[in-house]
């Protein structure tokens, strides 16, 4: 009986942008975990990391802690935006002749349109936020110029999903930030809570990550490894929006 790195070869390649206008709510840390995380479900080398964050932490990180990733550096910068968006695309396009590949983009913060106009070229779109309004409000607009992209090109991809991050241990209600999105076409995937911890052994530690006690972000990794092996890989996500009674604000799983 095949196993799931086995099927993981029949599957279509996926792009998936890592994205948000706002900085600091976590888009290289949820890069590097979904990497990680997915690498146990389907085969490594079938995974690439591009980050085009001048920051390079995910380049780093992945370097040292999952060499069998592939990673690509190509930062996205105001003096190399042409170019390096150019590479990204074609990166991309070739990446959907490649059955089975994912490749996970992490992207830097701004508000550049060609990035944009690139992030709509995906398959879906990971939006980390966490619940203040200072988070939520540019957030909203992201997914507001996502929107705008989608009608201007007739798309109904990519699939734009919020992941509520940085969320204390605890939390449940997560009314505020669905009714704050409750007017636009998005997925609320599961939260995320611990990422203090994973960077605070960032500093060149990468191998105490199984060895320390950080088990509430182990498991939030590993439930979001399969949110997005289920609803994205095998494209869970399609079958629900094919629904002629699909609810707006479709939350899969909290």
């Not at 990446?95 to 944009?116: C, K, M, Y």
């Amino acid at each position: 009986m095949p196993n799931n790195k086995s099927k993981a070869n029949t599957r279509a390649a996926k792009s998936i942008f890592v994205a948000n206008v706002k900085g600091g709510v976590g888009k290289s840390t949820l890069s590097i975990m979904l990497a990680r995380s997915l690498a146990e479900k389907i085969p490594p080398q079938n995974i690439t990391v591009i980050d085009t964050d001048l920051q390079r932490t995910a380049t780093e990180f992945l370097s040292k802690s999952n060499p069998e990733i592939n990673v690509e550096f190509i930062p996205i910068t105001p003096a190399f935006e042409h170019t390096n968006i150019s590479l990204v695309q074609q990166f991309i396009k070739q990446n959907e002749f490649r059955p089975g590949h994912v490749a996970i983009v992490d992207t830097p913060a701004g508000s550049s349109q060609r990035l944009w106009n690139l992030v709509a070229e995906g398959y879906c779109v990971l939006i980390p936020t966490t619940l203040s309004n200072a988070d939520l409000y540019p957030t909203e607009n992201f997914i507001r110029s996502m929107d705008k992209v989608k009608a201007r090109y007739g798309k109904s991809y990519p699939h734009l999903i919020v992941c509520p991050n940085k969320i204390p241990f605890g939390q449940k209600d997560f009314s505020v930030m669905a009714e704050r999105l409750n007017n636009h076409d998005v997925v609320i995937g599961p939260a995320l809570r611990d990422l203090a911890s994973v960077r605070h052994f960032y500093n060149g530690k990468v191998e105490t990550w199984e060895k320390k006690k950080n088990i509430n972000a182990q498991n939030d990794f590993k439930q979001f490894g399969s949110f997005v092996e289920k609803f994205v890989l095998n494209e869970e996500l399609d079958k629900i929006y094919s629904q002629n009674d699909i609810p707006k604000n479709v939350v899969p799983i909290r």
